[in-house]
Structure formats: structure tokens, C-alpha cells
């Protein structure tokens, strides 16, 4: 059974730094394609980091420059790197694998 495990949202003031991982669990990892969407109230998924081809990643025009995807294939892990945080970033947070299986979701607040 696939598991994607989510850690580390929370809250963090403007301009502050986050880092979100995800770590997957029964099934391979390296092979699929990957990344990062979020969710913010009342608004549908969307998007944040892809990568369909290892070493070319797709970001959301609106997080470019700041946010940053990485993975750690031995770890079967993959990481968000948030900096310089912005109200408009409050979502919840999802990983993806395969475009089939979703982590459970980590909730980021950015927020004075």
C-alpha cells in the first residue's frame, strides 16, 4: 500500500521559511513523476512544483524564485523549500506521486 507521510507546515510570519517533506512508502519512487500543490480556502488544488522529467521542474508562476523542490530518491523523500513567505501562500499543502497517490495534506499559515 502507497503511503505518502507530510511534515512540516505550521506557522510562520511574512518573509519567514518553511520546509515541507514528504515521504513515500510502498511502492518505488524514482520512476514517477512528482511534486507539490496547495489548497487555500475556498479555492480548488492547484499546482505549486512538477517535475515529470528528473531535473526539469515546472513552478507556479506566483512562488518562482521563492520556493524550491528537491527529492532524495535513497530516502524516498521530496522537500518544498519555502522562503520569503507570503500571506497569499496560506494553503494546505499537498505532495503527489505518480499524479495517482496524495500525502494527507500539512497546513502552512503565514500570518503576523
Known amino acids: 500500500q502507497v503511503q505518502l507521510v507530510e511534515s512540516g507546515g505550521g506557522l510562520v510570519q511574512p518573509g519567514g521559511s518553511l520546509r515541507l517533506s514528504c515521504a513515500a512508502s510502498?511502492?518505488?519512487?524514482?520512476?514517477?513523476?512528482m511534486g507539490w500543490y496547495r489548497q487555500a480556502p475556498g479555492k480548488q488544488r492547484d499546482m505549486v512544483a512538477l517535475?515529470?522529467?528528473?531535473?526539469?521542474?515546472n513552478y507556479a508562476e506566483s512562488v518562482k524564485g521563492r520556493f524550491t523542490f528537491s527529492r532524495d530518491d535513497a530516502k524516498k523523500t521530496m522537500y518544498l523549500q519555502m522562503d520569503n513567505l507570503k500571506p497569499e501562500d496560506t494553503a494546505v499543502y499537498y505532495c503527489?506521486?505518480?499524479?495517482?497517490?496524495w500525502g494527507q495534506g500539512t497546513l502552512v499559515t503565514v500570518s503576523s
Open positions: 510502498g511502492t518505488s519512487f524514482s520512476i514517477y513523476r
Open positions: 503527489n506521486l505518480g499524479g495517482v497517490h
Open positions: 517535475t515529470v522529467t528528473k531535473g526539469i521542474i
